[in-house]
């Protein structure tokens, strides 16, 4: 029997994205175990959030392989999109709804039967009836990792979570990210906090894998990388 721990959820090879003839990332190789939480390290510019949305299947890869779950996922579409949630800064949601609202819409597209009450409280907007317009960056980030937790995914792609917060809404985040099941793929620049809820690192410049090795170690692999010449 094979043991689920050791199965690849994400399997890269060679993989590259160019737009134009700008390379975004090139020669990637990357293999995410199921269960597993990879950072993927990088200042902005480095390619981390192309590489992440080409692996969500958002975007198609212009060399290489991707396979998902064991299958092809430039020809599997339907079914590995199934198994996983992207969250970004763009929620995709209904602006004038409120969030208790936007996730029962969200729950009946998906044919899903969620405790929305639950939901909410987890993420400390259970007193928020107003409409999600009127949310903060970091109200909306804990509405997005509440319909991740509607959707239960295998594999979760973070997209800069802790992007325009407080350093009490990063941490609030970084709680709620701690609380995920499943596989997850976090981008970020916020190496040290990020680093509390991921196992693996991945460190990328100029769009290539320049480091890789324990999420604890990323911010002195970092600061090695960038430290001038002594």
């Avoid at 689920?4 to 003839?21: C, K, Q, W």
């Avoid at 690192?201 to 990388?225: D, H, R």
Wanted: proline share 5%; charged share 25%.
């Amino acid at each position: 029997m094979v043991d689920p721990a050791s199965t690849a959820v994400i399997e890269t090879r060679d993989l590259a994205r160019r737009f134009g003839r700008r390379w975004a990332f090139a020669r990637v190789d990357l293999r995410v175990l199921a269960g597993e939480r990879l950072l993927l390290a990088g200042a902005n510019g480095s390619g981390k959030t192309t590489l992440l949305r080409v692996i969500s299947t958002v975007l198609a890869p212009s060399a290489g392989e991707l396979r998902l779950f064991g299958q092809d996922a430039t020809a599997e579409l339907g079914p590995v999109r199934a198994r996983l949630s992207l969250l970004t800064h763009q929620l995709g949601l209904y602006e004038d709804l409120s969030g208790a609202d936007n996730l029962r819409v969200m729950a009946d597209l998906a044919g899903k039967t969620a405790d929305v009450p639950a939901l909410l409280e987890r993420v400390g907007l259970e007193r928020r009836p107003e409409p999600i317009r009127t949310y903060s960056a970091g109200m909306r980030k804990r509405l997005g990792l509440a319909l991740v937790r509607l959707q239960q995914p295998e594999l979760v792609l973070l997209d800069e979570p802790f992007a325009a917060l407080d350093p009490s809404g990063m941490d609030e985040v970084v709680r709620l990210i701690g609380e995920l099941e499943g596989t997850v793929l976090l981008a970020s620049h916020q190496l040290a906090r990020a680093a509390r809820v991921c196992t693996r690192a991945v460190l990328l410049e100029a769009g290539q894998i320049c480091w890789q090795g324990p999420a604890e170690q990323v911010v002195q692999a970092w600061s090695a990388l960038h430290s001038g010449p002594s």
